[in-house]
């Protein structure tokens, strides 16, 4: 991926929101460019801060990740409340946040294991949008861009159109990299009530996509920009991105 080169001097405040970064969890491609990102960003002046789950097999020793600077943030999950623990540390000029919750994060896989799927996958990483969310509000963090990846991090933009709306930044934009299209983040419509959004919202406008929640077409719905990484995910019509990914949004691509 080329990186445009700076064109004005002002400094950005940024947040990357990725399921998996270099060098603390990797499963594909989405982990090596949220790391290398993160840092080329901050290299280049600019505030970055880089959120990512806190998986049970991050070794907290060798990322001197310690609960000492953490924030406490509380979520409503349907009709119950889920704690979470943001713990920062800083590397190579990169704050990162690092959402623990033992019950969502504490597992030995990052998205399923020998059996398939998690079956709460859509709970756990709606979690973690909010969570990104809480703790900049918490925080008094304005951030000036949030750029989220695939559909683990896609519900992020539509929180920050409705229901965190007042809680963000007014100016703030969202930027949604697709790394791997074949992984959308479809759900049955029965878990809605963990969302925290508007029913209105399920929707084939939305996040409604042949009687199915679809975690990435909201992300394309809702963010200012998108783009993907990979060149042949560029439809040849608007019909066929229709077909393949429920919208027909314009996707930049980046080569």
Not at 157 to 172: F, G, H, I, R
Not at 238 to 248: E, F, I, P
Request: glycine letters at 8%; hydrophobic letters at 35%; proline letters at 3%.
């Amino acid at each position: 991926m080329k990186l445009a080169k700076k064109t004005s001097n002002k400094k950005l405040k940024i947040a990357v929101v990725a399921s998996e970064a270099v060098p603390y969890s990797k499963t594909g491609g989405l982990a090596d460019v949220a790391g290398a990102l993160s840092k080329a960003l901050a290299d280049m002046g600019h505030d970055i801060h880089l959120f990512t789950p806190l998986y049970q097999f991050i070794e907290r020793k060798k990322h001197k990740i310690s609960k000492t600077k953490k924030t406490k943030i509380t979520i409503p999950v349907s009709a119950r409340f889920e704690t979470a623990e943001v713990i920062d540390i800083k590397s190579e000029g990169v704050n990162v946040h690092f959402i623990s919750h033992e019950g969502y994060f504490g597992r030995d896989g990052l998205y399923g294991d020998k059996d398939g799927d998690y079956p709460d996958n859509l709970e756990r990483f709606s979690f973690f949008s909010r969570a990104v969310l809480e703790y900049a509000y918490a925080k008094k963090i304005g951030f000036d861009i949030f750029h989220v990846n695939d559909w683990q991090s896609g519900l992020l933009p539509v929180y920050m159109k409705t229901s965190y709306l007042d809680k963000v930044k007014k100016d703030s934009a969202s930027v949604l990299t697709i790394h791997n299209i074949g992984y959308q983040g479809r759900f049955s419509q029965r878990e809605w009530h963990k969302l925290g959004l508007d029913y209105s919202l399920y929707h084939p406008l939305y996040l409604e996509f042949y009687g199915a929640i679809n975690f990435l077409k909201g992300g394309i719905t809702f963010a200012y920009h998108r783009h993907t990484q990979r060149k042949f995910y560029r439809p040849k019509n608007r019909l066929a991105w229709t077909t393949h990914c429920a919208c027909a949004w314009p996707i930049c691509m980046v080569s």
